[in-house]
């Protein structure tokens, strides 16, 4: 599994990722993010399952984690294949 470098917002329920191959890939909720920073009070490594997307004018996009929204940026995404 790979990184991403780049994600753009499409909806409430997917969007898109720029693979560091060049490949871009939808990807559909639920899908899963590793934490990479402290704040919100997450888990730097832990995983979680975002349910849901939200473009965000401030935050530029924001993840679904429970009941509660996360800014994507303290997130990374992996996606198969992009190795």
């Known amino acids: 599994m790979g990184e991403t470098s780049e994600v753009i917002y499409l909806s409430p329920y997917s969007l898109l990722a720029m693979a560091r191959t060049g490949n871009l ?43 509660l929204y996360y800014p994507y940026s303290a997130f990374r995404i992996t996606v198969a294949g992009d190795d």
């Not at 899963?32 to 975002?50: H, K, M, Q």
């Open 25 to 67: 890939i939808r990807i559909h909720c639920p899908f899963t993010v590793e934490a990479i920073s402290e704040t919100y009070g997450l888990f730097p490594g832990r995983r979680y399952e975002v349910n849901l997307v939200r473009d965000d004018p401030l935050l530029l996009m924001l993840y679904r984690i429970g009941e």
